[in-house]
């Protein structure tokens, strides 16, 4: 139709410079084409009064009926096509923020290949697959289902989940998620969850949830809207009372359009929801989004959050003529065939150091003790001090010197032949990004930053010191988290509390903006906070903050651009500076400079 509305307006301007002396083929046709363009606009209009809604078309379709009655159809189809062409302008460059969305909903595939008990594989509907059937998925192909590898070795791209880039390697007993992509090997895989239970279906589920909430400006719109059109009908009114000027209040009515201001909002926090998603931040509901930019305060929960929650070697302290190496060599022998997070940081390094580990003998493991067992012929003894001394090794202690470094470590002992070798320390890895991430959320003037933990003192102590964060509380039971939190909101502090989303539910909960960790393939960390974090990377805190006070700086700008095109029109139209045609483009111009404006935060996060 707008193609047909261009083509008789065309024709129109075509017969009036061909045949001056008989316009009427000309005129025809203009009203022609003003009345196709304007069919659209027209029914638009009609819905949204029917709806009970008044928004911009209302009066861009008085403005075009007026002109129309004046008997001037090419200003009328000049002004309807204008508005027209700029709706499928902002309508395409709209979709450019929904495109993540769109591709996020599109990514579980439509086909299955079912494992049958005969070792055969079969193509089967996604939707038919059931909790407990067997899958395979060849390299190339996407993830149908959450799982577990039953078989199989392979690499998976999971940016569409945890917006991580690099692949990560998977085996089996390890969990796969629906929308993934196989990227080297075959595996079969056990179906976990499906359909909506998925990880993925979830997220999408949040994302589209959340594109419906409106931040408390929008309802503020929304709740007075209705009085903009009257408002601007009445001005019209005495601009046509005092002037007798129709070109004026048409022009006024084309202009006055808050199409600009309408979509101020809305463009910005789709756009930022897009960014958000893109890189495995899930956002429920937009005020979430917005409440970010307002946080002065950051509660860090430690295990899980600040740490990897996996032992690692920190300290290995051999007795004089012992050297290092020998001490892990023995201790990581012994500890081989245990499946202690103590013994896989030993296998570890021993690996990362190139130390050849043999196989021990006669292995036994006394739980909550240590290992005993026999490397090259002799007998290697590696647990609690208390444990060894009772096993007649006496110097079983750690050097007086040593203690206060000690305190903050998990110490094993470890002895060969019955004579003690040293001991070695352990400490829950800290992310490697943890520093770094504390330190930017000061640059963004949070004013206080507090890790919790249920540990010890000195452990406590040693990982703050390690990731810069100068105030903490050790010993910190759930309820303590909890009263911190009312601690610091009575304050005045407006506080996140970001934590694993699964033992820290209370605090989330207590908190302004709960925000969960790692929160991949966990249904109660993605539903327990407002904010989940899919991946475990802390650089993206910062980052949250950044993008809500950018995003609120976007949408302030965008209702200074909206109030400043209709304002200044309405001025400029009512002293008659503004023809109609002239008035349908400046408002355009405001509210395709809006929507550009907003498209900016598409691009927030490229640097992950």
């Known amino acids: ?60 379709a008085l403005a075009i009926l007026a002109s129309m ?13 204008i508005m027209l062409v700029s709706l499928v302008i902002e309508t395409r460059t709209a979709e450019g923020a929904h495109a993540s969305i769109e591709g996020l909903i599109r990514l579980t595939p439509a086909r299955a290949r079912l494992l049958l008990e005969d070792g055969t594989t079969q193509e089967v509907e996604v939707s038919q697959l059931k909790i407990g059937d067997r899958v395979r998925a060849l390299p190339g192909d996407t993830i149908p289902a959450d799982g ?10 999971e940016a569409s989940i945890t917006g991580e880039s690099l692949p990560r390697d998977k085996g089996v007993d390890d969990e796969v998620f629906a929308g993934t992509q196989n990227l080297t090997g075959a595996v079969e895989i056990r179906v976990k969850r499906v359909g909506g239970d998925t990880t993925i279906g979830r997220v999408r589920d949040l994302i589209l949830a959340a594109e419906q909430t409106k931040l408390p400006i929008m309802r503020i719109i929304d709740r007075y809207v209705g009085y903009y059109t009257p ?42 929801l897009s960014a958000s998603a893109r890189l495995g931040i899930l956002v429920k509901d937009v005020s979430d989004l917005e409440g970010a930019a307002k946080l002065t305060a950051f509660v860090l929960d430690k295990t899980g959050t600040l740490t990897t929650g996996q032992l690692g070697v920190v300290r290995l302290a051999p007795r004089p003529g012992i050297q ?24 570890a390094l021993a690996k ?118 100068r105030e903490f509380k050790a010993e910190c039971l759930p309820q303590g988290k909890v009263d911190l939190l009312k601690s ?50 802390l650089r993206k805190l910062p980052f949250l903050v950044r993008l809500s006070r950018g995003t609120r700086a976007v949408i302030y700008q965008n209702l200074a651009i909206g109030a400043l095109f209709i304002g200044g029109g309405l001025v400029l139209s009512g002293l008659g500076w503004l023809r109609p045609i002239v008035a349908a483009l400046l408002h355009n111009a405001g509210a395709l400079l809006v929507v550009f404006n907003s498209a900016r935060l598409i691009r927030a996060g490229e640097e992950f």
């Open 1 to 60: 139709m707008t193609l047909a509305g261009i083509a008789f307006l065309a024709n129109s301007y075509i017969a009036q410079r061909l045949f001056p002396e008989n316009l009427l083929a000309a005129d025809l046709s203009a009203a022609l084409a003003a009345l196709v363009l304007f069919i659209p606009i027209l029914k638009t209009a009609i819905s949204d009064l029917v709806g009970g809604e008044m928004h911009m078309n209302e009066l861009v």
């Open 69 to 81: 009655a004046q008997g001037d159809f090419r200003t009328a189809s000049v002004v309807a096509l």
């Open 148 to 157: 577990i590898i039953v078989s199989g070795r392979t690499s998976l791209n």
């Open 231 to 272: 408002t601007v009908l009445m001005i019209g009114g005495l601009v046509w009372f005092f002037t007798d000027d129709m070109t004026r209040v048409i022009a006024l009515l084309v202009v006055a359009c808050p199409c600009a201001l309408i979509l101020a909002t809305p463009t910005a926090m789709v756009a930022a």
């Open 324 to 347: 290092p190496s020998e001490l892990l060599e023995a201790a990581a022998g012994a500890e081989r065939f245990s499946k202690h997070p103590a013994a896989l940081a030993l296998a």
């Open 352 to 469: 990362k150091a190139n130390v050849a580990l043999a196989d021990p003998q006669d292995f036994h493991e006394e739980p909550g003790q240590g290992i005993r067992a026999t490397v090259k012929g002799e007998t290697v003894l590696a647990g609690r001090a208390t444990w060894l001394q009772q096993n007649r090794v006496p110097d079983a202690e750690i050097d007086p010197a040593d203690l206060s470094e000690a305190e903050g470590y998990s110490v094993i002992h470890v002895a060969r032949g019955g004579r003690h070798l040293g001991w070695i320390g352990f400490q829950d890895e800290v992310r490697p990004e943890a520093r770094a991430c504390v330190q930017e959320l000061e640059q963004l003037d949070i004013r206080r930053m507090v890790m919790v933990t249920g540990d010890r003192q000195p452990v406590a102590a040693r990982v703050a010191e390690q990731i810069g964060c």
């Open 488 to 537: 610091l909101r009575s304050d005045g502090y407006r506080v996140a509390f970001v934590g694993d989303g699964v033992n820290d539910a209370p605090a989330i909960a207590a908190s302004d903006t709960g925000i969960a960790m790692g929160a991949a393939g966990s249904e109660i960390a993605i539903h327990s906070a407002t904010v989940a974090l899919m991946n475990n990377d």
